[in-house]
């Protein structure tokens, strides 16, 4: 089973990374697309985004958070975010520890302005450029342990999502699919119509999503052919909120910490090996 | 440095995974939150609770009316909120700022249903960030070149199934432009 699949850190660090890059451009490529929003009268605009930081407005440093958060400079910021990531998907082997800190740093920033428009994308996105930044400036040691660490924010995300939904009336009945895809904000007609003519394929649905993500990713632990199998239907799953949802960075995002994740499971292969 | 470096993703994973599972209920669960809240403005700490316990299943309208020199208004204008589906597997740029309006809504309805049972007062719901927010954006979209005032209203629809009235869930008084 070891010998099927051979994934170094540095190679599973190196896919991260360019998958995280690619998420990185998408995210700062839609925010500039939307960056009239950000200006005076835009639903982002930091005028009234300022007024959800009562301790930063009290403070001394309001003056020099008002330059940064409102346009021209915020939108500079998110410019040198996709130039960074352009970087980092160009050369994502020989990954710069700065460059990686300059695209956490705008992320975090982007975090902090607006919570109301933020994204779980967002947040794994955060998780998975932290752990190539510690690849890129640690040891070994820490290496295999940032690599832990977003494999298990990633058994984490994907389990406490299914837990929840399995304690959720709506999610065991099929409501909630049928009412989600309903929605023209996060819907498709197409699928609205085809929940309503055949209602069970929405609690088929519904069930398969509770049982992918509460059962699926513990098969990390079971070795890397097994941890592929999750992953291959991870990226089924999410290509398909993708087309139903409209959740495009949600599948980069992800997908940038899959291949830390079979890494991992390669080591679970020599744990069972040695025992 | 290393073992530094380790405590930190260490508790970071813990804090994560406290995060998903302190329901509201409990005190110390409340007091995580509240800490949380105090501590992580960055949202290092993740929520991964996507779409549970409370999926959505209604859409928020946000519609706009400007009231003319003469006096009379114009008819209801929405905010479009759909995204094209053939592309949004690969760009979706209008999310965010549906998200953030839909936000700033739930919130302005949430203020009013206070109010309504008396636990805020109309000046508390009128200065609130969400209020002014909403005021702005709709203050910034394209008017009648004679409207003098302006007002919004929210409204939750049923989406794709058209069989089912969208409801008014709370109209603004009018404010000058």
């Not at chain 1, 799953?237 to 899959?258: K, R």
Request: glycine share 6%.
């Amino acid at each position: 089973m070891t010998d099927a699949i051979t994934l170094t850190w540095r190679d599973a660090f190196g896919m991260s990374v360019m998958l995280a890059g690619i998420c990185s451009i998408l995210n700062g490529a839609q925010l500039l697309w939307i960056r009239r929003e950000f200006e005076s009268g835009g639903i982002l605009s930091w005028r009234v985004l300022r007024t959800s930081h009562p301790r930063l407005l009290r403070s001394r440093w309001i003056r020099a958070a008002d330059v940064v958060f409102a346009p021209p400079v915020f939108t500079a910021l998110i410019v040198i975010q996709v130039l960074a990531a352009l970087v980092l998907v160009l050369r994502p082997f020989e990954a710069r520890s700065w460059v990686l800190a300059t695209v956490i740093a705008v992320r975090l920033l982007a975090n902090f302005r607006s919570r109301v428009a933020m994204i779980g994308a967002d947040q794994m996105q955060v998780v998975v450029l932290s752990a190539c930044l510690v690849h890129a400036s640690a040891p070994l040691p820490l290496v295999q342990a940032a690599g832990w660490f977003v494999a298990l924010q990633l058994l984490l995300a994907y389990v406490a999502a299914g837990i929840v939904k399995l304690l959720t009336p709506s999610w065991r009945t099929g409501a909630a699919l049928r009412g989600i895809v309903r929605t023209r904000s996060l819907g498709l007609r197409v699928a609205y119509l085809q929940g309503e003519r055949f209602p069970q394929l929405m609690t088929a649905a519904c069930w398969a999503t509770i049982v992918f993500e509460s059962v699926f990713p513990w098969l990390l632990f079971g070795g890397s052919a097994l941890c592929l199998v999750f992953l291959a239907t991870g990226l089924l799953f999410h290509l398909g909120v993708g087309v139903v949802m409209g959740f495009d960075e949600f599948l980069w995002a992800f997908a940038a910490a899959y291949p830390l994740a079979l890494r991992c499971a390669m080591d679970v292969d020599l744990f069972w090996a040695v025992r | 440095m290393a073992v530094v470096v380790e405590a930190l993703l260490a508790l970071w994973f813990i804090c994560s995974l406290a995060n998903q599972f302190c329901p509201g209920r409990w005190r110390w669960g409340r007091r995580f939150t509240a800490i949380l809240k105090r501590t992580d403005p960055l949202a290092l700490v993740p929520d991964y609770r996507y779409f549970a316990p409370a999926p959505p299943a209604f859409d928020l309208e946000l519609l706009y009316r400007d009231r003319l020199r003469d006096g009379s208004v114009t008819p209801w204008r929405a905010f479009d909120i759909s995204s094209d589906p053939r592309w949004r597997l690969f760009w979706n740029s209008g999310k965010r700022r549906y998200q953030a309006a839909a936000d700033h809504c739930a919130r302005l309805i949430h203020q009013a249903t206070l109010q309504i049972v008396g636990q805020r007062t109309a000046e508390q719901m009128y200065l609130s960030s969400s209020y002014v927010a909403v005021v702005q954006y709709v203050a910034g979209a394209s008017h009648s070149i004679a409207g003098v005032e302006t007002q919004f209203l929210i409204a939750v629809s049923a989406g794709f199934d058209t069989r089912r009235e969208p409801a008014i869930a709370l109209v603004s008084p009018f404010f000058r432009l």
